[in-house]
Nanobody
Framework: QVQLVESGGGLVQPGGSLRLSCAAS????????MGWYRQAPGKRRELVAA???????KYVDSVKGRFTISGDNAKNTVYLQMNSLKPEDTAVYYC???????????????WGQGTQVTVSS
């Protein structure tokens, strides 16, 4: 099993920045790619950004140029640097392994607690 723990969320003003972290532990050898998802109230969970073990990245159009996903293999941690935050970025952010070959679908059925990001003045 793999355990994923998200952290780094908080309340920030529009235009501000946050850096989210996702620490992975357990059977992580099966993971080839990781992704950050978010779910706003009343909306479906969406993939925001993903990164493969080779360093290739993918972003949803709404965050391109503002968010950056990166990974630290030594620390088994994936980061999401979020700049120029907007109120519409408000959501609970989750991480999960993803499967690029299957439309970047989440690999694991269970999700962590997530971390709340609130962008408001």
């Amino acid at each position: 099993q793999v355990q994923l723990v998200e952290s780094g969320g908080g309340l920030v003003q529009p235009g501000g920045s946050l850096r989210l972290s996702c620490a992975a532990s357990g059977s992580i050898r099966s993971i080839n790619a990781m992704g950050w998802y978010r779910q706003a109230p009343g909306k479906r969970r969406e993939l925001v950004a993903a990164i493969t073990s080779g360093g290739s990245t993918k972003y949803v159009d709404s965050v391109k140029g503002r968010f950056t996903i990166s990974g630290d293999n030594a620390k088994n941690t994936v980061y999401l640097q979020m700049n120029s935050l907007k109120p519409e970025d408000t959501a609970v952010y989750y991480c999960n392994a993803v499967v690029p070959e299957v439309g970047w679908a989440p690999k694991f059925g269970s999700w962590g607690q997530g971390t709340q990001v609130t962008v408001s003045s």
